[in-house]
């Protein structure tokens, strides 16, 4: 879907964050678009993991879910190339609390700003290409793992000896293979997702390329 003359003359900077899980990603992209409003797009990578509901319920929660072959990366990077271009793009809903993608999608249309959020999002680089602004959140792995806890107990039912099982068999290990050597990617570094002064820096290099496209 295309969207005339005010979408073919406007640039799009697309800004990615990564970091681990319960680095404070979301708290600090949450904070952008505290910011900017309607000016920034926030895409979840999460969203982008791939349906399992042709896997066995019971197996499910076996399949690791940190290792970059979880997500559809092709078809983000699909979409971000469509967005690029002017159009509009169906975002996935994943539901965690079963592992496959909902019915319904979200519409995605151009913005001036559209923020790629995940703990992968440096892995591809094909993905990591397509970047103008890469920000990578690092933690202590203690509040990582804490915040994950809390996480997964509140937002997908799960339970703690399940989560501490995952942790130490795929999140912990694939962290450090997958996520952890992303960061030399990464333009930006900041500690945690709460960081002032990291906060005003960027929130300062945003505003300053919206004003240059007004």
Do not use: W
């Not at 792995?141 to 989560?163: F, K, N, P, V, W």
């Amino acid at each position: 879907m295309q969207h005339g003359a005010y979408i073919c003359s406007m640039k799009t900077l697309f800004v990615g964050v990564a970091g681990g899980t319960g680095s404070g990603k979301s708290t600090f992209t949450q904070n952008l678009k505290h910011e900017f409003g309607d000016a920034i797009t926030v895409i979840l990578y999460d969203n982008y993991y791939k349906d399992q509901s042709g896997v066995p319920v019971e197996e499910r929660d076996k399949i690791n879910y940190d290792c970059p072959d979880a997500l559809d990366t092709d078809l983000l990077i699909e979409h971000i190339h469509k967005l690029q271009n002017g159009e509009s793009v169906q975002c996935p809903i994943y539901d965690f609390t079963t592992h496959t993608r909902k019915a319904e999608t979200i519409e995605i249309q151009p913005n001036r700003i559209i923020v790629i959020e995940g703990i992968l999002a440096f892995h591809e680089k094909e993905l990591r290409d397509t970047f103008d602004l890469k920000i990578y959140v690092d933690s202590d792995a203690d509040e990582r793992i804490l915040r994950r806890i809390m996480r997964d107990i509140q937002d997908r039912g799960r339970q703690i000896d399940d989560i501490a099982l995952q942790y130490i068999t795929t999140v912990k290990p694939m962290h450090n293979l997958y996520v952890e050597p992303t960061k030399a990617y990464a333009d930006i570094i900041i500690s945690g997702g709460l960081n002032p002064t990291a906060l005003d820096v960027i929130q300062s290099k945003l505003k300053f390329y919206l004003d240059s496209q007004e």
